[in-house]
């Protein structure tokens, strides 16, 4: 191993990874191309559009500005960890069921932004899930709709309490 490879662990969805990088690995990149979690998009890749949102210890991080070796020790939830039990998250579901998706680049991202708010949040209001979602760039939907699918969640939870 060379002094720009690193070995990294990490706990990413629940498993435990140890993995080599190199120095300027992003994130992303070995999310998608060295562990195949496809689901995170690869958008602008410059931290603008929010379309590879992750959740690194509870917070989003746009996983294209976040080097690898800047991971090791965390742990990272990726779309693909939000199914429970092989199914859609509420969240997931909501976002069918409101038609918050149409090309569905942007999903991922967006709803890795939604599940940090609804987990700190479970109730928020509309500007909450705005301003939540402010990092994260739709150029199909318009945002109501997705905007009505965090909210409903938010609506279902409130009415279990």
């Not at 999310?31 to 210890?57: H, P, Q």
């Amino acid at each position: 191993m060379n002094a720009l490879q690193h070995n990294v662990k990490f706990i990413i969805n629940g498993e435990p990874y140890e993995i080599t990088v190199c120095s300027k690995d992003s994130l992303l990149d070995v999310l998608r191309e060295t562990l195949g979690l496809t689901g995170t998009k690869k958008g602008c890749n410059s931290g603008e559009c929010g379309a590879c949102t992750v959740i690194v210890d509870g917070k989003p991080v746009n996983a294209c500005l976040t080097l690898a070796v800047e991971a090791d020790g965390k742990e990272i939830l990726t779309i693909e960890g939000l199914s429970e039990g092989g199914k859609l998250s509420s969240l997931q579901e909501s976002f069918l069921e409101h038609g918050a998706v149409q090309c569905g680049y942007c999903t991922p991202g967006m709803i890795m932004s939604s599940q940090v708010l609804l987990n700190e949040n479970p109730v928020p209001s509309e500007e909450e899930i705005r301003n939540a979602i402010a990092g994260n760039f739709c150029r199909c939907t318009g945002y109501t709709k997705i905007i009505e699918a965090i909210g409903a969640v938010a609506v279902t939870r409130a009415g279990k309490k």
